[in-house]
């Protein structure tokens, strides 16, 4: 059973039957679930998520004022529910995964990853929001919601970006994809410094997954998780692989080394797997922006789009922002 089911099933048949015999009068205001860290709110758990954080738990959400009137007897309350049920041990949580469970107010439980300002107010607000807590406070499931003041904001936030907000992250993508994948991994493969030729192959991937999630509207989540949760896109689903492709290949140093054919290029080194893996990600991402409007090039090198992409910004601040800003 995943952890998802695990909590609606402990709500309903442990959880809500306290509530309905000691906090009647609560239960048509407070709102139930599971939302936040961990891989069952992304629905990614499995056996080996079960070694910590993992066991019958829920989210209870109170209004500010209900929290101040019932926030420590409901707390108590819960704390005193059976630890195992349906045969699963009790919760065995890790130095740094408390708080993930129990009950909380509304507004504190949103600051944790966003801030107070619910929802963000600005654009340049929601540039700098951390996107993996923009995944996890929209990841999970609202059992029921009496009043609909919890999930009034991760309504908002589900929504996804503004659209002038997602272009600019484009842009910077697209310019650290060129600078990283197109432009150092080979200078770094030429002078025979392959740990930065790493470094920059590193974080080609990240930029390239995290392009990946922009052109297909959804938050990308924690490092661990970010390939995984590309399994169900519908846009750009190739790119996945590619990068699997990448990161299974071998030291291609020897490639970098001459005697070269005639015609050699060394600024796109084809003799190199990896450079031709780079080079076919960012073709597809080139046609996906093409697709989207967001530009008319059809150069090979992302750089060349970054300035076409910046054009398609509506808001005059995000506009004077650096291209790799956001």
């Known amino acids: ?15 809500r039957p306290m509530l309905e015999r000691d906090f ?51 707390q ?3 704390d005193r529910l059976p630890g195992e049920f349906a045969g699963i041990p009790a919760r065995l949580t890790s130095a740094r995964g408390g708080g993930r469970v129990g009950v909380f107010e509304i507004e504190a439980f949103y600051s944790r990853f966003i801030g107070m300002e619910q ?3 600005s654009l340049m607000r929601w540039l700098h929001l951390p996107e993996d807590k923009l995944a996890a406070v929209t990841g999970g499931a609202v059992f029921e919601d009496g009043l609909g003041e919890f999930s009034a904001v991760r309504e908002e936030l589900r929504k996804y970006y503004p659209e002038d907000v997602r272009i600019k992250k484009i ?3 697209a310019a650290k994809m060129a600078q990283s994948g197109q432009y150092n991994y080979g200078r770094c493969m030429r002078r025979g410094d392959t740990v930065a030729a790493m470094l920059a192959l590193d974080e080609f991937v990240r930029q390239a997954i995290s392009m990946v999630y922009l052109l297909n509207r959804t938050y990308m989540p924690y490092y661990k998780w970010m390939f995984r949760g590309m399994e169900k896109f519908q846009i750009l689903p190739e790119v ?21 054919p005639p015609g050699w290029n060394p600024y796109v080194n084809q003799l190199d797997p990896r450079v031709g893996r780079i080079e076919k990600i960012c073709q597809a991402v080139v046609g996906e922006l093409r697709k989207q409007g ?28 650096h291209v790799m800003e956001g």
């Not at 059973?1 to 959880?15: D, I, N, P, S, T």
């Not at 009068?25 to 056996?47: K, Q, T």
């Not at 590619?242 to 001459?258: A, N, Y």
């Open 24 to 74: 009647p009068e609560l239960l048509p205001r407070l709102a139930a679930g599971l939302v936040g860290e961990g891989s069952e709110c992304l629905g990614f758990d499995d056996a080996i998520s079960q070694d910590h954080d993992f066991g019958a738990g829920f989210d209870l959400w109170l209004s500010a004022e209900d929290y101040n009137q019932y926030g420590k007897a409901l």
């Open 171 to 173: 842009a910077a993508r």
């Open 294 to 321: 967001l530009t008319d090039s059809r150069d090979a090198f992302l750089e060349a789009h970054t300035w076409e992409i910046m054009k398609r910004i509506q808001d005059p601040e995000l506009k004077k922002c």
């Open 119 to 121: 929802p963000p107010r």
């Open 76 to 78: 108590d309350a819960y």
């Open 1 to 15: 059973m995943q952890g998802l089911e695990l909590a609606k099933r402990y709500y309903e048949e442990v959880g």
């Open 240 to 260: 996945a692989e590619k990068i699997r492709e990448l990161s299974v290949m071998g030291d291609t140093s020897e490639m970098w080394k001459p005697p070269f």
